[in-house]
């Protein structure tokens, strides 16, 4: 600059303030002198602003496009006379002077003020044509190789002057012309792709034979020309790759590079994207957050980076689909997701289509304002491809749901319309099965599961169950899966267990969409607008239950078979119970093992009990479902357990009749849906432990037969031997034996038969009145179910009877107790039988000899020929046993003990105060578990406490037991 005169610099000051602002007054003019000289001043050792950013920087703050054809002419103004005087650090300084002259707020002209005020119109310098390097080195920058002869010479200072003055007194005629210049100027500007892309291409201009003023030559106009249509060539050119590159096709200049190895890299090298290979760029590279040079102008770095990311979206949305498309396992729901995509896509076609059309009318810049909303459509479905595409079933649908409560209303919108697509299979497998029965799900998508090999029998409970974790979420409430899973079952359930093949649905409408199923998301507050499918289901359960229940009840007989149930397992035909066990025990007393006990001999018994009571007047369907089963262990075979011998290992069997004989009842098909198995095996449990309880009160009644006749014989031969009743020993040994045995008998039977009815009416009873009352109110099939499951499990909780492993240990204890009872009163029964039937055999042996006797001394002959026979009768049928009678008392204080003890438990367990009982017997952690079922227990237990504690008080009516415990 101190080459340079005083003239000049004000000269290039005042064109410089007067390009940014209109005029050019003294105080602006004065500021940009100071910054300029400023920015001269500066050391040539220290480092050049960056041009680039810089000359962004100027051209953001020109908003018109009048100010930044001045500012170009007063930068290649500047360039000339830099070039001139060899100060090469000069352009980037004027750029960065310029930059700070707009940072101090000099405010810009308007297109007004620069109509009227005229302007000095320096030549724009021209540069090189666009040329294209190496494919090898794409990357390097265009080199210039003008000569600085050929500048033209600046224009003198009274020029300049002279120029200005001209300029304000010129005429009218005169400033049209410069305005059509200017106009025709402007033109030539759009053509180019962006507003410094002459500045760009190259810093000095070709001024090799340019002479004189500084005029714009024809050479100069054809060089500008060419550098024009070359970098329009360019545009044109990338535009066309743009194109390639939104559908993910790999061009000439734009390549896409795919990582394949799936580890993340922070290396440049290894981004995955695109790669431009093109001389407008000055790296190939393009991401987010890049500084990039560019001669194509802002907004076409942007451009490419944009197309390249939507190409790479769109890439991954069809590999998805693609994939889909390819793969057999993949289910309906995972094909219909792709097919919607697919669907999404032709509008991005559509898009594409129009674009090829109008390619020759756009630039890069007009391509990136156009690309926004099908990049944020691609990004959407990109990112369902990348989180979805490894679900299938309802969890697709739930996760496509999740997105639907987006907060970008966009986002929401579109994932709304592709969930209605993507659901309408899902809600024609649910409309299939909830009005046909059918289950097409092929895929295992549905939340309805079919489980194979299960028989038609158990198709209600075992044959269909519900996939939780298949149900989608927002797409179908909780609250309705239950009721959709039922209607289906039970449409199956009336074909295959009913054989009611001619039943069909009859609904207002079969059309899906007029009955609901659609799909309608619930709302954030998990509110469903579905209500029509709600109908529908409700409707629809209604008709297949009450089918259901009419044809159970009608066709079916299901109360019949219930009362039948209740009247053979659960001995409520009393006079048939009382004929079998007679039955049995005339045919087996005495029959030691289970040897020659045969099933058609138990039928047989069990017919004539039939016959001979009140049983007979049962309907006959349910007669002939009665049948005999025999309890044997796994490893026993019946044909050589039932063989004519008897091999060792029989002979130690101490088993009897009573042990395995059971009562069987063949359920009818339909009703196993309300009698499975295990609702069979407690009708089961509870017949065994009443029937032992029938059992042991027909053997107590029986010992009393023969504790009479014993009785009787006793005092008929202390009669006839003269015995003196109130002196003889033995005699009295023998009545206290006699009497000892009947109190503990009465004892017994006082227990049984207060246990019996309590069972009986109190359980038994009222638990079928209630299942009666139940099944009435009933209106589906699973109520009917639950009221006949709440029915077995009272009676199996109010009977006292052995709980299994797993439930309270209170409830096992007083079941072991109950049991300890009755095995002590089956003790007491045979060793009592086994005492009168030796006694009887002896009473008759005296009876035979007494006869004889009196016989003989009918004839005039002695009665007894010896002391010894007439001794004989003195023992009294062997009932004056000391043994005998310590046994009986063994088995009277141990039975008077566990009596106590059940009272005792059961008594602290109505009244909830078993917190303070401890067992002697027992352990305290055991009586620390049966604290639980106390007063504190569930309402269940308490509905169970009154009956109990009339129980408690019928069995120590005079408190005798009460005294004994303390």
């Not at 980037?92 to 700070?100: A, D, E, R």
């Not at 207002?508 to 499918?533: T, V």
């Not at 003890?901 to 917190?915: C, S, Y």
Request: proline share 3%.
């Amino acid at each position: 600059m101190s080459s340079r005169s005083g003239e000049d610099v004000e000269e290039a000051m005042q064109r410089l303030v007067r390009a940014m602002k209109g005029h050019a007054d003294v105080a602006s003019v004065s500021l940009a002198r100071r910054v300029v000289s400023s920015q001269i001043g500066l050391s040539q050792d220290r480092k050049a602003t960056n041009v680039t950013n810089a000359w962004r920087r100027v051209s953001r703050k020109a908003p018109y496009q009048r100010h930044k054809a001045e500012l170009e002419r007063v930068y290649n103004d500047l360039n000339i006379r830099c070039a001139r005087s060899g100060d090469e650090d000069l352009p980037p300084k004027v750029i960065t002077v310029m930059t700070k002259l707009m940072g101090k707020h000099i405010k810009c002209a308007t297109p007004e003020q620069l109509t009227s005020s005229s302007v000095a119109t320096s030549p724009v310098v021209n540069s090189e044509p666009l040329s294209q390097p190496p494919q090898s080195s794409y990357q390097q920058p265009i080199q210039v190789s003008t000569p600085l002869s050929t500048v033209s010479q600046p224009r003198q200072p009274y020029q300049n002057l002279q120029y200005q003055s001209a300029a304000r007194t010129e005429p009218l005629q005169q400033r049209e012309q410069h305005q059509q210049q200017e106009q025709v100027y402007q033109h030539e500007r759009r053509l180019s792709s962006t507003s410094t892309a002459l500045s760009s291409v190259s810093f000095f201009p070709n001024t090799a034979q340019s002479q004189g003023p500084l005029v714009r030559s024809e050479a100069r106009e054809q060089q500008i020309q060419q550098n024009r249509q070359g970098l329009e060539h360019e545009e044109a050119a990338l535009l066309r790759e743009c194109l390639y590159s939104l559908q993910g096709i790999d061009g000439e200049r734009i390549k896409y590079h795919f990582n394949s190895s799936n580890v993340l890299s922070n290396c440049v090298d290894d981004y995955e994207g695109i790669r431009v290979q093109s001389p407008a760029l000055n790296n190939p590279l393009l991401y987010t957050g890049q500084s990039l040079e560019t001669r194509l102008g802002s907004g076409a770095a942007d451009a490419l980076r944009i197309s390249g990311e939507a190409g790479w979206l769109y890439h991954r949305t069809q590999s998805y689909i693609h994939q889909v498309q390819q793969d057999d396992s993949k289910g309906i729901l995972a094909r219909a997701f792709a097919g919607t995509l697919s669907e999404e896509l032709q509008e991005y076609h559509s898009f594409l289509a129009s674009l090829e059309a109008k390619l020759n009318d756009v630039s890069l810049r007009q391509l990136m304002v156009d690309l926004r909303k099908p990049t944020h459509r691609l990004k959407i479905l990109a990112m369902l491809t990348d989180g979805l595409g490894d679900l299938s079933g309802g969890n697709l649908l739930s996760a496509i749901y999740k997105h639907t409560l987006h907060g970008d209303t966009r986002h929401a919108s579109l994932v709304k319309g592709i969930l209605g697509h993507v659901s309408k299979p899902w809600f024609d497998v649910l409309f299939r099965w909830s009005t046909q029965g059918v289950l097409s799900d092929p895929h295992g998508e549905f939340f309805v599961q079919e489980i194979p090999n299960v028989k038609d029998k158990f198709l209600w409970t075992q044959r269909y169950e519900i996939n939780r974790d298949l149900v989608p979420t927002g797409i179908l409430d909780k609250h309705l899966v239950e009721p959709a899973f039922n209607v289906g079952k039970g449409i199956n359930f009336i074909r295959r267990c009913l054989l009611d093949g001619t039943w069909t649905m009859k609904l207002p409408s079969m059309d899906s969409a007029d009955l609901g199923y659609s799909c309608k998301p619930s709302s954030r507050k998990g509110n469903n607008s579905n209500a029509e499918l709600q109908k529908t289901l409700k409707r629809a359960g209604e008709l297949v239950h009450s089918h259901i229940l009419l044809t159970l009840k009608k066709e079916n007989h299901m109360m019949e078979h219930l009362l039948a149930l209740k009247q053979f397992l659960f001995l409520g035909q009393g006079d048939f119970f009382s004929a079998l066990i007679d039955g049995l025990f005339t045919e087996f007393h005495g029959h030691q093992g289970i040897a020659g006990i045969y099933k058609h001999s138990l039928l047989s018994i069990v017919e004539g009990a039939l016959r001979s009571t009140n049983a007979k007047y049962q309907p006959q369907f349910c007669l002939d479902r009665l049948q005999v089963e025999l309890l044997l262990g796994k490893d026993e075979d019946a044909n050589f357990m039932f063989g004519p011998g008897r091999s060792p290992s029989q002979q130690g069997d101490k088993r009897t009749v009573w042990d395995i004989f059971m009562l069987d009842y063949k359920v009818p098909d339909p009703l196993i849906a309300i009698v499975d198995p295990a609702a069979l095996k407690k009708y089961k449990k509870v017949f065994r432990f009443l029937f032992n309880l029938k059992k042991v009160e027909y053997m107590l009644n029986y010992t009393w037969r023969q504790n009479a006749t014993l009785q009787h014989a006793l005092q008929t031969t202390a009669q006839y031997n003269g015995i003196d009743k109130s002196a003889d020993a033995r005699y009295l040994q023998s009545t206290y034996l006699l009497r000892k045995i009947s109190i503990l008998r009465q004892s017994m039977m006082h227990l049984i038969c207060n246990l019996k009815s309590y069972l009986m009416f109190e359980v038994l009873e009222g638990g079928w009145q209630k299942l009666v009352s139940d099944i009435d109110k009933a209106k589906t099939l699973d109520e009917v179910i639950e009221a006949h499951k709440s029915y077995l499990n009272g009676i199996v909780r109010k009977s006292l009877l052995k709980a299994d492993s797993n439930e309270l240990t209170s409830k096992q204890y007083l079941g072991e107790q109950v049991e300890t009872l009755l095995s002590m009163a089956d003790e007491f029964c045979s060793m009592q039988e086994a005492l009168f039937r030796e006694s009887l055999q002896l009473a008759a042996v005296a009876t035979e000899k007494r006869l004889r006797a009196e016989t003989r001394l009918q004839h005039g002959h002695w009665g007894f020929n010896s002391q010894q026979e007439s001794a004989e009768d003195d023992n009294f049928f062997g009932l004056a046993n000391t043994p005998m009678i310590k046994e009986v008392d063994r088995i009277s204080d141990e039975y008077e003990q566990n009596a106590v003890e059940l009272l005792k438990v059961l008594g602290e367990i109505v009244n909830g105060n078993l917190d303070d009982y401890v067992d002697e017997n027992k352990n305290k952690s055991n009586v620390a578990d049966i604290t639980r079922m106390g007063a504190s227990a569930t309402d269940e237990f308490d509905s169970d406490l009154d009956p109990q504690r009339f129980l408690v008080a019928q069995l120590d009516h005079n408190e005798y037991y009460a005294k004994q415990a303390v």
